[in-house]
């Protein structure tokens, strides 16, 4: 780890360590300084590793507005313990403190009571906009979106722009990209804070703002809009309605979250871990929510497994003849999951990132072919030397003949080409018909490999052995 | 694929397939009203789409800022195929309106001969700028910086402070956090334009500036730079020096592109495929390059597996007397290895989110083993009952017996519990050890619980079965 970072961990947690120290001996004014110059993630972490009952007496020797940055940081357990401790006014203070798009994760997060107590404290414009952001649906873009951006009309000037930032910027997650809308609040056009720094106070907006706007739905998927900003590197972007109309924008630290998430989703997936409603981190999951995360999958790829060994069943007679081949399974059944796995996530995650599309799909498995051949080649020559040298001439192992070393590394190459080619195109496909490509990642594709390896092992092996 | 990108996508496709008429047809204004319609990065990608020869053309008539804008969206060989058509002065002004980071990405990856035609069309100071990034290592955070930020001194007024940022904002990359050094460039505050606007003309810097301030070594690690984006929300963080002194600053949407490279390397690694210098997107690898990634691990896991492979051989006699046993070695091994790698894959991608350090070890392995103990029992009475109902009963298979089916689940039992600590503790140890957790994923895991679940199914058939 870097060592700075380290530095950082190791100053909050000794710090948290002193806390209780600084309150049992109600040295308050000390523990204020020491927490005024902090940074309010810091404080945030710091607050996670105290004993519950500290949390009260620790956040209230915040200045409101630090305890309302704070808040944002801390977990949702924590955020319930805190709630219970407020009064009826200082939960007031935090909420009115809150960014709209905060609240909202707020009460996404909270138990119902809790959740009843915030809304009751949130004035009625406040309570509409919350509102209105929870009826867009889970991972929309609507649902990441804040409603508190600055917007500008057309014919205002550059001065009056300035003005009107000056006495509303306070309440405003960002400033620096500023909306122009029509009468019926359609986005007509943006402006920058840095347009605005370049140009005459007496420009007016209409002759300096951008009109050709990038812009998502309320509906789009967070992903997408997520995707958006590693594509054009925007700082926000605008969201709109079904009517074109200006209702929110999405700021790129939510942007990052998103990506964060899908990413992480992405990998559980790869790696067979199912997707509950509650992600939490790991070490706040329990084991039995953990359980429910990781055993569908599991009972799934156990019974498809039973079809493998229903292969190696019915080639019970050839194995008895030529007990040696049993020993190569595990090799070729490992060579086989690897190398479809290898192919199935470069894939996926190229699909993720862009970088492929279903129209590239020949291309991909003519792709997929020629380094399949190289691969295969490669590891056949290796196991054929392996084979013949170290374990026929060094170690004497006389099962091994020449036929026998020339069916395991056949049957290299023809896994290694299936494997490449089902790893490559099953994602593809998926994508194709609507499916999440990175369920077809590495468990699923080794199942179907597995399968196909053994057939072609046997088949080679009853063809060259003269079996049967 | 969301259906806004498809058809953008789809544009870009049309404009590509049109834009060679275009140009034979002489139709330069029409081209140029469509080009200039369009945000920069998607003229990029049309750039790519479009063939060789009419690359200049349509290049050529871009206006010149946007041309350089465009420019950074575009990829290396397209970029160096441009580059090679320029006129000596067409490059130099490309190269004057790049910022100083794209134009360091552009040095680092264009040949030598390339480089020594841009290296000629910079000025003196760009020059010194360019060669002290390029000093920096590789991944570093002052590799990836930019100088171009708007540097204050802290007894200016904030209106003092709007003539230098209006002077200076045309060259800036980004000119909304202002950082605040001494006579020694020393880091000492910062504004944002935010503070700024709501301060005062008359008051001073240094009144209103924020000087509890985090930030970042040149020598930093890249990920770790992009992870304090991602924790503290900025949209830039300062780089200084080994004396403090400010030299650069890295930018949100470069954090991000580092956040999605090094994730594609973490799941890449995680997949058994090795890094190699050169990254390009999938389409624009050659099957070569391919092969070389994919490789050293495949062989490197196919000579592992051969102990597998030995295992096997040197319980052949339990084999050849329950020849059945064979048939569930592809089951044990596959649910072996799946949740072997659940368990790393979360540990992994925990580890590198910064929810899981090291002194956790203990309180993770304990839930897995808790984990391990519900997922094993679950797995082995399912198998269990399909043994005893499915196969023995329906299928009426004899070789199945009530021993037989305690030997494989409990087996089952033992294999999940050892994957699952194997699986939780080699990434961490990796960590500790200074070793990338990633490479400690599926593949390697597989290979070791393979080992260890044929060795614990052996042993506990022939202690039930009384074989030998």
């Avoid at 709209?100 to 996404?108: A, G, H, R």
Wanted: proline fraction near 3%.
């Amino acid at each position: 780890m870097n060592e700075e970072k380290k530095e950082l961990n190791m100053e909050i947690e000794q710090i948290a360590e002193q806390v209780p120290e600084y309150i049992s001996e109600r040295k308050y004014a000390e523990l204020k300084d020491i927490l005024i110059e902090m940074n309010p993630a810091d404080i945030g972490d710091l607050m996670e590793e105290l004993p519950h009952q500290s949390l009260p007496v620790v956040y209230r020797l915040l200045p409101k507005e630090l305890a309302a940055e704070v808040f944002v940081y801390i977990d949702p357990d924590t955020q319930e313990q805190l709630i219970k401790t407020f009064s009826d006014s200082e939960l007031k203070e935090v909420i009115d403190e809150l960014y709209v798009d905060d609240t909202v994760d707020l009460i996404e997060e909270m138990p119902a009571s809790v959740v009843k107590r915030i809304l009751k404290h949130t004035d009625k414009d406040m309570r509409e906009e919350i509102n209105r952001i929870l009826k867009y649906p889970k991972d929309s873009a609507g649902s990441v979106m804040t409603t508190e951006y600055v917007d500008l009309k057309k014919n205002l000037t550059v001065e009056d722009a300035f003005l009107r930032i000056r006495r509303t910027a306070v309440d405003k997650e960002t400033i620096y990209t500023c909306y122009v809308t029509d009468e019926n609040r359609k986005l007509i056009g943006l402006v920058t804070v840095k347009d605005l720094l370049l140009s005459d106070y007496s420009e007016k907006i209409s002759d300096i703002m951008e009109t050709n706007i990038i812009y998502v739905n309320t509906t789009d998927d967070q992903e997408y809009v997520a995707n958006m900003f590693t594509k054009y590197d925007f700082s926000t972007i605008p969201v709109v309605d079904a009517e074109e109309r200006l209702v929110g924008i999405v700021t790129f630290d939510d942007a990052m979250d998103v990506l964060l998430d899908e990413t992480t989703e992405d990998i559980e997936k790869m790696a067979a871990i199912s997707q509950t409603d509650n992600e939490k981190p790991y070490l706040k999951m329990s084991a039995f929510e953990l359980w429910k995360k990781r055993i569908p999958w599991l009972l799934l790829l156990m019974i498809s497994a039973t079809f493998t060994g229903m292969i190696i069943s019915s080639f019970e007679e050839a194995l008895s003849s030529f007990v040696v081949l049993t020993s190569f399974i595990p090799m070729l059944m490992d060579t086989g999951g690897n190398t479809g796995s290898q192919s199935s996530v470069t894939i996926i995650r190229s699909i993720s990132l862009g970088d492929i599309e279903f129209k590239n799909l020949p291309a991909v498995i003519w792709k997929e072919i020629r380094v399949a051949v190289l691969c295969g080649v490669t590891l056949a020559i290796t196991n054929f030397a392996k084979l013949m040298i170290v374990d026929k001439l060094i170690f004497g192992n006389d099962q091994i003949t020449a036929s026998v070393a020339f069916v395991v590394c056949s049957t290299l190459v023809m896994t290694v080409l299936c494997a490449k080619v089902i790893g490559c195109t099953l994602p593809m496909l998926a994508k194709k018909i609507g499916f999440d490509p990175a369920v077809m990642a590495s468990p699923f594709i080794t199942t179907i490999v597995d399968a196909v390896s053994l057939v072609v092992y046997f088949r080679i092996a009853t063809a060259c052995l003269h079996i049967g």
